[in-house]
Structure formats: structure tokens, C-alpha cells
């Protein structure tokens, strides 16, 4: 890599290269089948160089050294034929990082027929234990990654690891009902993947569904399940804490600082070093060093997260958020592995004490939340009818609201969390609410 | 490729070994300068293999010859584990093909300087005419492709094609007015692409854009832009021809064959050799020679689509549309290259013929259609209102209806097509429609 940093001065005032290698097997089920069983794996070379203030981006499918000197020469082809960024400092410098995580071996060469093996394990499990059970979907994944970032400043970061998930999608059909498709997930950094629980979790459900209840209009305590919860925040809220959006004014966190914006019972931190992390980093994509970022502690909005371009932007330090899109090549602003801290009662205990209101597993629409002021319109499917301490069916409604009014309404979280592989790692408890307004369907 | 079939016989009773090998370069454009440049290539290999009535599917990322050995292992262990799929009678046969395309050259080894220096030209002239837009985004690619199909009944088909395209994504700002985005394509098959024309067409509704007016209730002439139809048959219409959907009952066209579908103006045909088509193909994704197929003739409906699994479940011939999806492997029924028939009046004229009523550029929402029943609702924006014959500004209204109904209504074609490379290809005129019920916004 020296090398080729030294070729890419021969260009640019400053010059950043970064190599991802990953390999990953993964299977899909279809209709109680296994549909598909896949092995992976490509090398990614990024090269970010920039000569006069003008920014050159090249991405090439490669990491051999005619190909990537290559891509040097196409980046600063690039570089010159754009304007000069007038906001633009410098690459990052290196900094303290954390150990090392030891990634699970086990991992790195890992074979499909592993994940075949889980996944059949998982449909036979589902359909003897409810004949009326169809597994519609789902699919499983072991991945690895190195990743090597460099840059003319002296950042030089080399990441191992490795992360395997599992999921089922199940549809019951009972005489005239059928369920609404019901997934559960689980993920880990070791290969002792939970097939049966997550089969059993997603059973229980589909019983659940089976009843099916109408919904009114009404005020009523509402669970949020961990796939709710993670979609709707990454949606409606997880922007907002983006140094970027401070700059431009499109976050309403801006004269939040220090502030309560949710319950007391709240605490969200972006935390890449925790146990249950299924990706832990010790750099971000840019090679600047994570750390745990607290957001909202006890609900009082703690502060934004910043890439390096931002944060010297704004004459701040970067947080260790910049996050590489390996599409595009870019660097934006993100969170590595949201944990919303848990508490101390479970679900079980926390639905006993509700008389009336709902469990909701599912929350479709999220993605059309507006993070510029929190407001979210959402579908609550499946959700899960309580009545006087237990779910006695489910049920569809609408939540129309807005994501900080909802937070100061939280009453509750369980023991339980859940790692949510999806969009972005979200580790998360069940998530109770008082008085959510809801309109039936 | 003859080797490894016999090996995949030593497992299957039938074997299928699809090959697809990918060059591409591309480049990305955001705010005004050249984002990203980037050059990718890979091979994927997909293994699909019966034995005993059971389907085993393996996908590498590699055309090695032991890493195939091992995929179709990996297969086989794969299928002895599924169960038997009682409908399957056997992979397809060779048949009659169409000659050969030549490709273009000059796109296999195309350089992404080509569309860097297309990228800036098309921000130059564009921002010289007009210094109140910004080119919000848009991007360049070009494509290589080679495939090679093979089975165990005799089927052996390479194919060779590139393509290259381009577009922009423009935004102006005047004053308070700040138009949607606007967008305009072109797509080749050679590196002929008409930066200027795609410019010049987004500047000429950014203009109209600028003046902004109020929409309401009523019954109007629309005319329908390319992006927009291709847009709304792809979810709306499209799926109805699939043969898979006539065996399962869920098309609106089970007992529809040779009754009149749409207006007589509207003739619908997938022809993947048509000349202006970006990937002419003589076989499909499972080796079947591929053939025009009329869908819609003068408003008459004329026929299903099928792959080899469907027709053979059905007792018909494959229409050649078995589509594989690279990142699944698997054969499913797709159109190739869509052609709405065009027709002798130009944009201008249609334009100039309506008294009042709307052009309409953009469609969203359309992907939330019903193929089913063919109902859809849509936002439509931008749209540019016709007042006596000339456009006068741009709104925003909702239609909500049925495409099957729309297509009764179409009652002009225009002169002029444009060859839509999103999602699918469509090839398709401006379509006009009489009495087109809007809700103003």
C-alpha cells in the first residue's frame, strides 16, 4: 500500500485508499424449499484523492496494483474537471484506536451447507410444530470482510470479521384467515445461530394472528417490537443526529443540546465496541477511530455524530462516523450499531400489566418518516390486540406522529434485546409507550 | 463447458450451467461535479440442476472450473435435500435461433474518461443556459456482458452485447419556486449518446417548471411522457402477460385472449430484436430462442408470455422470456425489450391539439399498483399543465383509476420514442389519454 500512496502523490496533495475484500456464502427459501445456495466474495478498491482543493473519487472491482494505480490516474482525470471545494480541509490524521476485535475463524471459510443445514432444520421445525404454517421466505448468511485504509497522512487501519445471520418468514392459513407474513431474525458473530428460536418466536406470532380483531380509534399503550422500533428510528429520528444536518439546518436537534427529548427511560448510544455488535470497528470507512457516541442519555439529547469532512467543517472532531458506501465509494455520515439500553422487566410481565392496548411487531411506511421535524405516518401490521395481560389476537392501524412526542411517552423497556440486522444494526429492547393515538383500519 | 456438464451429470439428471461475465464502467454525478467514477467487472456462474424431480440452485462468483465443480456439489447436496416438485417436467431443448448481434466494440473496453467528459459537458451546457438549475444528479455507465448457456439436453448459447447510457437530474431554483426533480435519459447501443438533446429536453421542462400552477378536480386530456408509461405498464400492466400468473389465476387477462384490451390505437409488443433496443438477446436466461411476441395488437389482447417451467406446467411452448436474475439465479417470466407502437403526429402537434389539459413527466408511486385487477393511484409530478394548444407551467395532481380502462382511453401516439432503460426496457411514443379523471393537489 506504501507504494501505491506514493504513486497517488505523484497526483494529489493528499490521497486515501481503501481495499475491501469480502466473501460470504448465503442460501434463500422459497415455499418450504431452500431456493438457492451462494458463495460470494470481491476486493473493492477506493481511492479519494484530492489535488487543489478538487475531489477525485475512483472505485474499482480489484485490488491488484496495476488496476489500482490505474484508478489513480482515473480519479485525478476526474479530480481536475470538477471546481475546487471550497469547504474542503484535509484527509484524517491517525489517532488512539481500541484493541482489536479477534474475529470468530470459524467464519472466514465458512460453507452454504451450513446455513442449508440451519435453514432446513428451520422449515421442518416450523411445519411440524403448525402443519397450517408456510414458510414463505427467508434466507440465512455467513460474510467476512478485511478491510485496509490508508491515507498520505499516516492512517494505516486493517479490520478482520465476520458476522452470520438466519431469518424465517412464515404465513399461517386457517380456514378463511390468513396471517400477514411474519419474520424473525437472528444474528450473531459465531456460527451457534438460534434456529430454533427464532422459529419458535415467529410460531408463537403466527398463533397469535390466527384471531384476527378490529381496531378503532382510540388512545391506548402500545409496544413497539424490535423490527418496529429500529425501522421507524432509523427513518425518523437516527438522521437527525448528523453533524451534516447541523451545518445545513435540516436537523430540529440543532438548539437541542442538553435537552430532554424523550422519557427519562431513554439512553441510545451508538456503541461499535459492544458485545452483541455483529460488525465492532475500531476505525470508521476513513480510518478515524469509533468510539461509543452517547445520543440520548436518560433523554436528554447528548450530541451529533461527524465524519471527518463535516466535523472540520464545523471546527469540531470527527466522532468516527464517517461510513464508506462501497457503491458509491463516498463517505457520509452514520452510525455503526445503535444500543438502546434495556431494562429490567420482561415482555412477558410488561404486556401483563397492560389491560388494554397493543404489541406491535411491524411498522410499514417508515421510510417515508421526515427526519427534517420527526414526523412519521405508519401501518402497525402485524399487531398484536392485548387484553387484560395477554394478546388475545391481531390487528391493523395507523399511527400518524411524530417520533419526539412519541419518545417522551415511553413508560417502559423490557430485559429482552434483540440485535436487528437490518438497514443498521439496532440492538434493542421491546419499547413501551403510553397513550398512542391510533386510527383503526 | 462440455466437462463440467458431464460432471454435473455424474449428480443430476438434468443439468443447466449459465455463465455470465460482466465488464462495466460507470460514473456519477452530483451537484454540479462528477461524484465517482468507477470500472467493475465479474463472473457469476449459476449451477441448476434436478434430480429427481428436485431443484438444486447454486450461484459463484467465478468461472474457475473447480470453484463450478464444487458449486454443482454444493447444488446436488442442495436438491437431495428439497423436496420433489411434482410439477417439473424438464429443462428446455434447443431450437431455431435468430442471427447473432454484433456488438459494438468500442464499448467492451470503454474507458470511464468517455463519461466523465460526456458528465461535464452535459453540467457545462446546462448551467450555461440556464445558470438557475443545478444538476442535482445523474450518472453514466457503460456495460459489457457475456453469456454462455449450456445444458444437458444440447443447449449451448453464447451471447455478446454492451449498451451505454446517460442521464441528468436537474432542479432550478427562480425566485421561491424550486421545480421537482426533472430527468432525462439516452441510451445506446454504441457511445453515441446525445448529451446535448437530453440537456436541452430537461432545460425545456425546468422552464415550464418554473411557472408553477394550481390543480383541481376534473376530467382532462393527459398525455403521458416515456418515463412515466414505462413506469406505470411496469407495475400496473406488465405482469399480466405472464403465463406463471395465467396458471395461478391472478392476471385480469385469463379470458381475455383476442378481445379488445385497450384502445385501437395501442399495439404492445416485447421484441428483443428491434433496432433500437439496448440488449437485443436471440436466446433467453435458460437458452430458449427468443421471438417477438405481440402482447396488444390494435387494442386487442394477444397472448401470454411463458418461461420453460410454466409452459411445460401448462402443456405450451416457452415464448422465449425465461429471465434470470442474476443475484437470485433464478428463471422467471420478464419481457425482454417492450415497443409501444408509435404513431405520425409529433409531440408538438398533440400538445397544441388540447385546448386544456396536462403532459405529465413523472409517475410516483406507481410501483404500489395492483397487477391483479389493474388498479393503481399515482402522484403525478412533475406534470406540466396545456393551456390553448401551449404549456404554461407544471403542477401536481393524483390520479387514482385502472390501467385497463386508461388503455380504453388512449387516443393518440406520438411521432417521437424514447428508449426507457429503467427497470425494464420500454421503447415507447407519448400516449395520449381523453377524460382522464384528476384529483387536484
Known amino acids: 500500500m506504501e507504494e501505491l500512496i506514493r504513486f497517488g502523490e505523484k497526483y494529489f496533495d493528499e490521497v486515501e ?76 490524521e491517525p489517532g488512539k484506536y481500541h484493541e482489536p476485535f479477534k474475529p470468530n475463524e470459524e467464519l472466514r471459510e465458512a460453507s452454504p451447507d451450513v446455513l442449508v443445514e440451519m435453514a432446513v432444520r428451520g422449515i421442518k421445525l416450523a411445519r411440524e410444530k403448525d402443519p397450517n404454517a408456510v414458510v414463505v421466505g427467508g434466507g440465512g448468511g455467513v460474510g467476512w470482510e478485511e478491510s485496509h485504509v490508508v491515507n498520505s497522512h499516516g492512517i494505516d487501519v486493517f479490520q478482520t470479521g465476520g ?19 411474519i419474520f424473525e431474525f437472528d444474528a450473531r458473530r459465531d456460527l451457534n445461530l438460534d434456529v430454533e428460536g427464532v422459529v419458535e418466536r415467529t410460531l408463537q406470532k403466527i398463533q397469535w394472528a390466527y384471531s384476527v380483531k378490529s381496531s378503532k ?51 441510545i448510544a451508538d456503541d461499535p465496541f459492544h458485545e452483541l455488535s455483529i460488525s465492532p470497528v475500531i476505525a470508521d470507512g476513513e480510518g478515524v477511530p469509533t468510539r461509543r457516541n452517547e445520543l440520548i442519555k436518560k433523554g436528554v439529547f447528548r450530541g451529533f455524530v461527524w465524519d471527518n469532512y463535516w466535523a472540520k467543517v464545523k471546527g469540531v472532531e470527527s466522532t468516527g462516523n464517517g461510513v464508506r458506501d462501497l457503491r458509491s465509494g463516498g463517505i457520509s455520515i452514520g452510525l455503526h450499531n445503535v444500543v438502546i439500553e434495556n431494562g429490567r422487566k420482561s415482555l412477558e410481565e410488561m404486556i401483563s400489566e397492560i389491560d388494554h392496548g397493543y404489541l406491535v411487531d411491524g411498522l410499514q411506511g417508515a421510510h417515508s418518516s421526515n427526519p427534517d421535524n420527526g414526523n412519521f405516518a405508519v401501518t402497525a401490521n402485524p399487531a398484536f390486540l392485548i387484553e387484560n395481560g395477554e394478546v388475545v389476537g391481531s390487528s391493523v392501524f395507523l399511527i400518524a406522529g411524530n417520533i419526539y412526542e412519541l419518545l417522551k411517552q415511553a413508560y417502559e423497556v423490557s430485559r429482552e434485546v434483540t440485535v436487528m440486522p437490518v438497514m443498521q444494526t439496532v440492538i434493542t429492547p421491546y419499547i413501551a409507550f403510553e397513550n398512542v393515538r391510533i386510527a383503526g383500519k
Open 163 to 181: 458476522a452470520a445471520h438466519i431469518y424465517f418468514e412464515l404465513v399461517g392459513r386457517k380456514g378463511d384467515t390468513v396471517t400477514p407474513g
Open 217 to 267: 380509534n382510540e388512545e391506548v399503550p402500545v409496544i413497539l417490537g424490535p423490527w418496529a422500533t429500529a425501522g421507524l428510528l432509523y427513518f425518523a429520528l437516527f438522521p437527525a443526529f448528523s453533524g451534516e444536518r447541523l451545518v445545513k439546518e435540516t436537523t430540529p436537534l440543532g438548539d437541542k443540546l442538553g435537552q430532554q427529548i424523550a422519557s427519562e427511560i431513554i439512553s
Open 17 to 92: 485508499i481503501a481495499v475491501y475484500r469480502t466473501r460470504g456464502v448465503g442460501v434463500s427459501i422459497e415455499l418450504n424449499e431452500i431456493s438457492m445456495a451462494a458463495v460470494k466474495s470481491r476486493s473493492i478498491t477506493v481511492i479519494r484523492g484530492i489535488a487543489g482543493g478538487r475531489l477525485g473519487l475512483a472505485v474499482v472491482d480489484s485490488e491488484e496494483k496495476e488496476e489500482v494505480k490505474r484508478a489513480i490516474e482515473m480519479a485525478y482525470r476526474m479530480a481536475r474537471l470538477n471546481s475546487r471545494d471550497e469547504k474542503w480541509v484535509s484527509l484524517p
